[in-house]
Structures are given as structure tokens and as C-alpha cells.
């Protein structure tokens, strides 16, 4: 009898302990770690060229190539303004700061190799909180000298893609800009139907292309990857 009420207990202390580790989230990549961010532009910018940087579950690729002024993949920043003059301001969000907290990425297309983030061991991601660039968001409703505000009929996508063992599982698409409807506040992104993956990819597509190029800024923002809505 004592060993059936000791193998109760400790079936309730086992599961005790998993609801425990269950309820803390240490799954989600809020980018607190550090800034990891290009140039010195001001002195919230600070740099590092390791090539990849860890946040939450996750492992972030990013090409840091201060001597050629450049940096692509997933760039943390903590600017906390939406001034924009030129590319220099490239690395902010549109919202004006994080979704929490202080830093979030910036992305923008990897020239140099596919980028990728990696989960440190294969998980469902709930899903992240994603806005445009200043950069992006700027040249969408302001024009730039390669194109004139979007109308209606234009769009510009970002697309991302789930994969485990190197075979994708699946894919969300959310537009950025439709039409003349830009997102400039953070919004919630679904990835769960992306099922149990190992890696995550981003492209980003648009109406506005020249040559088979993008006009496009291919920038856009991103915070709390993994979090719950």
C-alpha cells in the first residue's frame, strides 16, 4: 500500500513539474539579448559580424561586412524613430520601436546565400508580430526614385516558408501592402499550420519590379518570434 501511495505521489510531482515547465515560455525570441545592428548611423547602433546570433529557441544568420557598409539577414535594432532620409535609416521599424520590450529585427534579402533561422531543435512556432520597415513603408506611400506611391492592383508580400530536414512543410503568406492599404502597426502572424519545423525562410515579393528585380525596399520588421496571439 505504501508503494502504490508513493507511486502516486511521485506521478503527481512529475506532472506537476512538466505544467511547470510548460507555463514558463522560454520558447519566444524577443531579441533582449542584444543589439546587433549595422553601422554606426547613432549611438543606439551597436555591431557584431559573428555571422549568427541566438534569441529564445532560435538561431538568427547575419552578414555583417562592415568594411563594404554591408549587412543583410536579420538585423537587430532598437531605434525608437520613424525619421527616414535615406538607406542610412534602412534599419527601423515603421511603428517607431519594438512590439516589447526594446529590440527587433529588420530583415532584408541575402544576396550572398539564402538566409535562414534555425530552431535550436524541432517545435511548432505559434507565431511573430511583423510590421514594415520605415524604408519599405516610406517608399510605398511616399514614392522614391525608382517608383511612384502604390495604387490599386499593386502589392507587396512576405511569404514564409516552414521546413524541417531540409524539405519545406509548408508556407504563410501576408501582404505588407495591398493596394493603397499599408501595415505601419505591429500585426500577428500565424505559422502554426507550418506544423513541427526545424527552419524558417523569408522572401519577399511585389508588383513593382524592374528586370525581374524587386523596386521595392526588401526590408521588413519582426519581433517576439514563437509568441501566442
Sequence with gaps: MKKQILFVAALALTFAACNQNEAVDTFVA?????????????SEFKLDTTGVFQSGNFIFKQDAQPSSAYYSCNVVSNHTDTNFKDWNDAWKSAVGGA???????????????????????????????????????ESITKGDAYEKPFAQGDWFLLTIVGVKNNKPTGKVDFYLAKDTEVVKDWTYVDLSKLGEIDGLFFGLTGSRTSYGYLNTPAYFAFDDLGAKR
Design 99 to 137: 512590439h516589447t520590450g526594446k529590440n527587433y529585427v529588420v530583415w532584408n534579402l541575402d544576396f550572398y546565400g539564402l538566409d535562414t533561422i534555425k530552431l535550436k531543435q524541432p517545435a511548432t512556432v505559434p507565431g511573430f508580430y511583423v510590421t514594415n520597415s520605415i524604408y519599405a513603408y
Design 30 to 42: 524577443t531579441f533582449e539579448e542584444a543589439a546587433i545592428s549595422p553601422k554606426e548611423v547613432n
